[in-house]
């Protein structure tokens, strides 16, 4: 069946440096990923989202990379904050079928960011 | 413009009872989906509601249901709950249905002694 899955279920890094996390997927059909950020106590919040046509987009100090070959996704933060610190969710979604309003969630990693 | 909103925030019920919890979405979204979020599953779609309508159903028991009102709020319910519906319900809101963003609001954590 589909999943996402992740690699590293945590990741500690310093303020400044930059971070990496990175997200496989198994379902080959699907065309739009999207990462999260959870943090305690809240519902994820939106940080980047990529189509299936594209392989990099940038945002604010976030940058998103998809390699449709060996199916795999990353989110790359720069300078990375303490407040960078939570959960980060890679969540995948094919827009055929039936397949309505349905994203899949990979297990997330925890960011921790020490000043 | 106002994010989704989820009451009540945190629910304590018992065992064999039900609940129901309801959404509002972003103002001008009309696709409403909702999670479970647990640490031993993650995060599991449970089902999606545009134009009043149930588009799409996880794999979730029929104790599990839902419905949209004309305004785009909607509430989910589940009755006869057992202690392994502890859980975060989240509820998440879309414009339209398909590749389209999903905004999340802030859920509600629900207990079952």
């Known amino acids: 069946g589909e999943s996402v899955g992740l690699h590293l279920p945590t990741l500690s890094v310093q303020e400044g440096d930059n971070s990496i996390i990175n997200c496989a997927y198994s379902n080959s059909a699907s065309d739009y990923f999207i990462w999260y950020k959870q943090e305690s106590g809240k519902g994820p919040q939106f940080i980047i989202d990529?189509?299936?046509?594209?392989d990099k987009r940038q945002g604010q100090r976030v940058t998103v990379l998809l390699n449709k070959t060996v199916k795999h996704l990353s989110l790359q933060i720069a300078a990375t904050q303490p407040g960078d610190s939570a959960v980060y969710f890679c969540?995948?979604?094919?827009?055929?079928?039936?397949?309505?309003?349905?994203?899949?969630f990979g297990q997330g990693t925890i960011l921790t960011v020490h000043p | 413009k106002a994010g989704v909103t989820q009451t009540p925030r945190y629910l304590i019920k018992t065992r064999g009872q039900q609940v129901t919890l309801s959404c509002s979405p972003i103002s001008g979204h009309r696709s409403v989906s909702w999670y479970q979020q647990t640490p031993g599953q993650g995060l599991q779609f449970l089902f999606e509601?545009?134009?009043?309508?149930?588009?799409n159903k996880g794999n979730f028991p029929g104790r599990f249901s839902g419905r949209q009102f004309s305004n785009s709020r909607s509430e989910m319910n589940v009755s006869t709950l057992e202690l392994g519906d502890s859980a975060l319900y989240l509820c998440?809101?879309?414009?339209?249905?398909?590749?389209?963003?999903?905004?999340f609001g802030p859920g509600t954590r629900l207990l079952v002694l």
């Open positions: 509601y545009f134009s009043e309508t149930q588009r």
């Open positions: 998440a809101s879309s414009h339209r249905t398909v590749r389209e963003t999903q905004y």
């Open positions: 990529i189509r299936s046509n594209m």
């Open positions: 969540a995948e979604s094919w827009t055929g079928g039936t397949s309505y309003g349905k994203l899949t």
